[in-house]
């Protein structure tokens, strides 16, 4: 997303998505840069990211402000109505700073799927509105968390299963799950659970995307519809690989 | 609106206004703060601010991201059901960059004042949500755009006004416009077109008043019903200057 032609394919394509549409995003390398450049060391305990104060205003400023805002001018220029939110606007996603067990994670927020539907993004998505959703959120009693955007994705995915019939698209920099990461006609098409755990076995499945299928396989447990993981190139999924429950 | 104290009794007042409320917010100390870290130098041609790239991203990470969602965290928190918008979400306030005559602004957005209540702040409105405005537009072409503050609060104020009545309050550092900067009980009453020419002539007036005033007699012009200029003590203008037309 940090390729300006890059990010006006996705944005092409994403407007003609059918349909409520719903637009989550990140803004990692673009917080990294700017970390970089006021100096901000991430900071780490037990190989695990911190979110301390100073990082906590660079990603709302990043993922808020100049993410968000860019995105959803590019959007208004591509006629969708895009309205960019945090967690904390209209209250679209309430969560809990993380508890200090082991390890205290700073301002990260949690987020409980039991939650109601967002009463304000019910209104937007019925007045036509384009909800673009930046990975803030906040505990309602003035603080503002920072909350992983896959998380995020599908949450806003479970919560509106109550309601909405939900495709909930993983947009990565990968054609899907691959059998050969070198071969990019080794697109997995279609993953469910069994062979999910066949694939990490083998060794194909690695790292962060487990997280993000162990997510994926939560929210479809949770009334997600369908999910798929593909790149920008089809983000409709199609070409894609697809989660299943069976 | 540094000091959070006082920005908590700010947010208490507003809270406590009776009927549809927007915020209109600048950010401009903590774009400073925040410029002088990064090593971005002000640009100024002729003794005016230009806003080129550098500057856009810092307003828009300032603005729209680190102040905005605060204080839309810091509203919920005191129940207000507050949104966090640019210009350029749900298109609230379109602009267009300011034409390059004798001097080249950069990225700064000019407002029409006869353009259309946005239909987006409508639905917010009459949706019980309280917007809270930053000053970045856009052009609707996807270019983000920096935009006076108090330009913005008269635009809002004047295109509403077709279909609401709108009163205007400008929170200042000082309880209004004051006879005498020393002496707090020096306070102007009441300002009109008369008195206000011959507060300048008499020096009363000086620098960013100017403009500000000459945006508060447009507004009144143009729709507004009312306008006060106060400090953050009493925003609801009462013990502030008011601004009329005769």
Redesign the interface.
């Known amino acids: 997303m940090n390729d300006p032609s890059i990010l006006d394919q996705v944005i092409e394509q994403f407007t003609q998505v059918d349909g409520l549409r719903i637009m989550v995003h990140g803004g990692g390398n673009k917080a990294s840069e700017?970390s970089k450049?006021?100096g901000i060391q991430p900071k780490m305990v037990k190989g695990r990211r911190i979110t301390d104060n100073s990082t906590l205003?660079l990603v709302?400023?990043?993922?808020?402000?100049?993410v968000?805002?860019?995105l959803?001018?590019?959007l208004?220029?591509k006629g969708s109505?895009?309205?960019?939110?945090?967690g904390?606007?209209?209250?679209v996603i309430p969560a809990k700073k993380r508890p200090v067990k082991e390890i205290d994670y700073g301002f990260a927020g949690d987020l409980e799927d039991s939650a109601p539907v967002s009463e304000?993004l019910e209104?937007l998505l019925n007045?036509g509105?384009v909800p673009v959703c930046c990975p803030?959120t906040?505990d309602?009693?003035?603080?503002?968390l920072n909350t992983n955007a896959d998380t995020i994705a599908s949450h806003l995915g479970v919560t509106l299963s109550r309601k909405f019939d939900v495709t909930l698209v993983y947009c990565l920099d990968k054609p899907g799950v691959m059998l050969n990461p070198e071969k990019s006609d080794s697109v997995v098409g279609q993953i469910d659970p069994a062979y999910y755990q066949e694939l990490i076995t083998n060794g194909v499945i690695v790292d962060g995307m487990i997280p993000k299928l162990d997510n994926a396989f939560a929210g479809l447990r949770l009334g997600i519809s369908e999910i798929y993981l593909c790149d920008w190139q089809d983000i409709t999924g199609s070409s894609g690989t697809k989660i299943t429950l069976r």
């Open positions: 700017l450049r006021l205003e709302t400023m990043v993922y808020a402000g100049l968000n805002k860019n959803v001018a590019r208004q220029a109505n895009a309205i960019g939110l945090s904390a606007d209209g209250n304000t209104i007045s509105l803030i906040h309602g009693q003035g603080q503002l």
